[in-house]
C-alpha cells in the first residue's frame, strides 16, 4: 500500500519537506531537502476534482455532469483551488472584470433596442 506524504507537521502543523529519495528500481537513495509541487500539496477531494476538470478540459458544463453538481459549486470548488494553489488575490480582479462586461452587454443590448425602436434595424437583425 502507498501512502500521500503529508505535507503539514501533525505535531506542530508546519510545512514538512522531503529529506530522502529512494529509486524504485536499484538501491540508490538520495538525502537532501526538496520542495514538493503546488499541486502534490492539494487535499484529496480538490485532486479529484482538478483530474476531472482537466480531463474534461476545462468545461464547465461537462464537470457538472461528471461530478453530478451545479455549476455555482464547480465555480466555487474552482475558486477553492485557485486559491489553495496561491492564486487568491485574482478573485476581486475577476468579479470586477465580470461586472465590467455586464455592463457593456447591458449597453450594447440597450443600443441595439433603441436602433429598433428609431427603425434604424429590423427585430431579425437585432437578434
Known amino acids: 500500500m502507498e501512502y500521500r506524504m503529508p505535507h503539514r507537521c501533525p505535531v506542530c502543523d508546519h510545512e514538512m519537506k522531503i529529506s530522502k529519495l529512494t529509486c524504485t528500481y536499484c538501491p ?6 526538496f520542495s514538493s509541487c503546488k499541486f502534490c500539496q492539494l487535499p484529496a477531494e480538490q485532486l ?4 476531472v476538470f482537466i480531463k474534461c478540459r476545462g468545461n464547465i458544463k461537462e464537470v457538472e455532469k461528471e461530478l453530478g453538481i451545479s455549476y455555482p459549486t464547480v465555480r466555487g470548488r474552482l475558486d477553492s483551488v485557485i486559491e489553495a494553489l496561491g492564486y487568491g488575490g485574482d478573485k476581486e480582479r475577476v ?3 465580470e461586472k465590467e462586461n455586464t455592463d457593456k452587454e447591458g449597453l450594447r443590448r440597450q443600443g441595439i ?13 437585432a437578434t
Do not use: W
Open 113 to 125: 433596442l433603441e436602433a429598433l425602436e428609431r427603425g434604424e434595424i429590423s427585430a431579425q437583425e
Open 28 to 33: 540508490t537513495k538520495i538525502e537532501g531537502e
Open 48 to 51: 479529484i476534482f482538478m483530474e
Open 95 to 97: 468579479a470586477e472584470n
